[in-house]
């Protein structure tokens, strides 16, 4: 079996893949690029709810023309009749399945799919560990608002602990020269970040007026048995609202993968501020998303 | 966001929209009219179960060249992840979503998803609201029958009460002329359309022999607690069977939005009936949905 | 209404139309066949979980350019709104459906549906008792290793009781003249095969030798309430593993319809041997499916 290329985290890419990553967005989504997966047999196999990621991968298969089968968890073999991942992996690979789009709620399991599969793997989110697409659609957008990450500071506000976005996403900007500054009570920050050069900050407040993007984070309650803060404590000190919005810099911008949660970690004179970049990021995911698929598939052009 | 046409109820069609989806139908049906959603996206929620209807618009969709993506409930972020109905409809239309068919139990939830979707909705059935393409493929086939409805007699038979398919079919019938008698016991009429000029009805044998057609309904036993009348009850009175079908005109028909429940709403005797419609109206549910779709999207050529 | 082909069971093919099918599958695997199902809608309607047999079907529709839908259980309103099996499968053939491909844990339960739908139909499985796309890429992948099946002995071991697959297969190899060995414990065997020149054996070792393809069978645990065997009494008896791999004839293969459960009707060490076919069987599935369904739409060309 040859090693195919597949996307588990962001490293994944060197930096000229990524920027050719970019490139190929930036075409798929000013042009249709017709059928560059003619012929080829797609699997999304998703393990957890997705509305976003689920629908965006679809659309970018069926686009590029993929012969696209949806295995909800139920329908697999998997469960009930006592088959391995491996070996369902290597099953789907004999059946001419040339790519396996997998979500789960288990760190790892996108990477096993991959050891296993005679094809192509592409992590659609496994648990808190990472969420490649996601982060690449997030640095997308960034690129397209400052042309250049490099000296801009990039604050990810909230539940970073649970976040699979913002792993993929900090390695991702960090690479790209940013300056990251993770916001959040002590209950959901890392520490482990602490001396690879990142900044931890509790003080939402006191750094706002320093950062060039926000990306909010949803609070991932199906990931913990209890909320660690009261909402009335993390409201106060961590939700964007207009009045905190007013602290930043103007030509500042406020990011969130989806979904967001209205009255937690923003409230709705967010979604009206002018830097709001939401349905931008949401937009590229599809463009992003065909780019991914076409450069694992037919490499470098 | 410029406001884009949708299908919530059948108010939505003018006169001459409704005469040229019709004629889109036909000709439809005569030969397949070839890719004219080629590049839209087409997004199918379901929250109810279906089998015509889902079946129906997705060979619809698949057959007009659209990207056709199915959510189940348990993939939308909606349930679990506290997203609002209106930023999930937001999100489909940043992916670049350009049509959602929904289905909900919900009366005027295709309608929310309208306000907030920059594209087309088309209403698969609200709750015991409205049904609006089920309602033009039952008025399809009463036109197909009888040429025009005008002075045409067509009788709804059942529970009406809970029927969104009788509340949409009725308004077409009045639009193009028809007299409409709702027929069932008490607890299955409603009230509020005595002051339309629509004749109410307990007595079915007594008002059999003027009727040109006949729609009948499924009791939805999904949408009451308690049965309000025993089955024997609503058999004596209501059940379609061989002795009423001999009180029929000679060129009446019969129709059904189907499921029906043999043995309550109609005895096998009705299924072997020459006036029995329903497979034909099933089959007009594809170009219906065909037509309704292309003209939402295109409008008119 | 016209009586359309169906493949209910391996039966209702022709010698002569099986060697067709296996022909056209040889040329289908060769090069990519085109739309040969074009404007055909099929409808997947798996009851039961699968891996396999879903997606190989799903892609050999897709690849023949065939409208697909898949409705799942819970979109049926087979189950909450009282319609029978025969009305649904009306209703399919009403909407324009061309095929229905169906698994249900019920024996006859495809029968059925091809009885009442104007359209053809395939069996992906019936409880215990038939498989016939499984049978029939078995003995593809048994003929292309052998060439013809004449004289060739075929050793089924397991639960041959509980398996659909087995009753399918047996009946193939038949038909193509091998001897068929049933091998497994008492409880796993059954006995109204003993007149019909099939040979039953107790004892594994015994007859390993003689035999020139083994094909392993999963205990179907979903079958039956409780195991009438312990574990360690089956895999001292029918495990097959290195020490009974070493009694094999040199060219013998070992095929496995999937999923394969390790540890129980086989060992790690079956996986890596030379003559384990199982991947090869899964590769043929495709191909096999997308001949069936040209053959049964399109016939003998």
Not at 110 to 121: K, N, S, T, Y
Not at 276 to 281: A, F, G, I, S, V
Not at 283 to 296: K, Q
């Amino acid at each position: 079996m040859r090693i195919r290329r597949s996307l588990i985290d962001l490293d994944d890419l060197t930096p000229r893949e990524l920027a050719y990553v970019f490139e190929r967005t930036e075409q798929f989504e000013a042009a249709p690029p017709g059928a560059l997966l003619d012929g080829f047999g797609c699997v999304n196999m998703f393990f957890e709810e997705s509305t976003r990621t689920f629908t965006s991968f679809n659309l970018a298969e069926l686009r590029l023309g993929a012969a696209v089968v949806n295995l909800a968890p139920r329908d697999l073999s998997l469960a009930t009749k006592g088959e391995t991942l491996e070996d369902t992996a290597l099953t789907l690979g004999a059946l001419g399945v040339s790519i396996i789009v997998v979500r789960h709620h288990e760190p790892g399991f996108p990477q096993r799919v991959a050891l296993a599969f005679d094809g192509h793997v592409v992590n659609a989110g496994d648990g808190v560990h990472a969420h490649p697409t996601q982060a690449l659609l997030d640095i997308y957008t960034l690129l397209e608002e400052f042309g250049e990450l490099k000296g801009r500071s990039v604050g990810i506000v909230g539940d970073v602990l649970h976040s699979r976005v913002a792993h993929s996403t900090i390695r991702g900007l960090q690479r790209l020269g940013a300056a990251v500054v993770l916001i959040g009570p002590e209950c959901f920050l890392p520490h482990d970040y602490a001396d690879e050069g990142i900044t931890i900050e509790r003080d939402f407040d006191g750094v706002l007026p320093q950062l060039d993007a926000i990306v909010l984070l949803r609070i991932q309650r199906e990931r913990f048995v209890e909320m660690p803060i009261t909402d009335e404590e993390y409201v106060s000190g961590y939700r964007l609202d207009e009045r905190r919005l007013a602290q930043l810099r103007s030509e500042a911008i406020v990011m969130h993968p989806g979904p967001y949660n209205r009255g937690m970690e923003l409230d709705d004179s967010v979604l009206e501020f002018a830097g709001w970049r939401y349905l931008k990021q949401v937009h590229h995911g599809v463009g992003i998303r065909m780019a991914v698929l076409d450069f694992l598939v037919n490499g470098r052009r």
